[in-house]
């Protein structure tokens, strides 16, 4: 069973390669970046800017994949793919979520970005507390390497 | 540009149609799922159960769209469609965090599903905090329509 899916826009972002992207948004916090929603889609942009968070689901366009296990930067094992946010996957979504800082016709000023400059966007979804945000979570392997992630890039898009 | 992607597993819920279907996971506390992970992809499950929530995408199969707007179950009027978590989306994805109970070979046992039975997986993300919980968000028109998030079944994929 195939799935065909096209892009709705372009995420434009100061990275311009795999190193040096910030893993995740915790660590971009005064970097801006820009999504460009094709202008086919403008009407579906209405009511989003009442939202200071969005979740971007967007193609790992340069992903080297897909690998069953990676070894995260932030650990000295190989884990799990699936327990892992590495692009290696074997359907090369991302997620991140990211502030909404201003909505001008097709274009979002996004605060945050952690993904590379001409990412391939899919989907744009409204964060709501309600549905994603859970307390008293337990995170596995990246607990205990939490304290490590103080590094602002990482090497997630080459080899391992 | 069209991405190819192919399911990774089956999720089972005992919600058999849309109608009836509850809307997003916080309705479901009592209710099990199975994710049933293709035996291929076996050793990216490693790891997984240390977490206790984990972000499923899936594709909305039954989605009727793409749509530029919709009445969301919540609300009296139109809203642009990624300002909603409707599936009459451009590109079909659908995303929710359940609780991860057990995992058992191929076979994830989880909580508080939201999405029909059969529908097909496209990934599994660790659900974790420092990238997935943010504060202080605005929610625009679902904030005004929060006190009407009682009721636990949905129109999501009927009509508007």
Redesign the interface.
Known sequence: ????????GIIHTPFMEPEGTPI???FSKETRGAVE?FDQ?R???????????I?L?Y?FHQSRGPK??CRPFLDNQE???????APA???A?G???VELIKVENCLLTIGCPDMIDGT?L?????????????A????????TA?NR?QTAADRRFSGS
Do not use: C, E
């Not at 069973?1 to 709705?8: G, L, R, T």
């Open positions: 069973m195939n799935i065909v899916f096209s892009p709705i995740q948004t915790v929603v889609y009407q579906a942009l209405t009511d989003l800017d009442g939202f200071s968070h979740i689901l193609y069953l296990t884990r799990g793919l699936f327990a892992t946010r996957r074997p359907n979504i997620l991140s979520i391939p899919l989907d744009i979804k409204p964060y709501i507390g309600d549905f994603d945000v859970k008293n979570i337990r995170t596995g392997w990246y607990a939490q992630v």
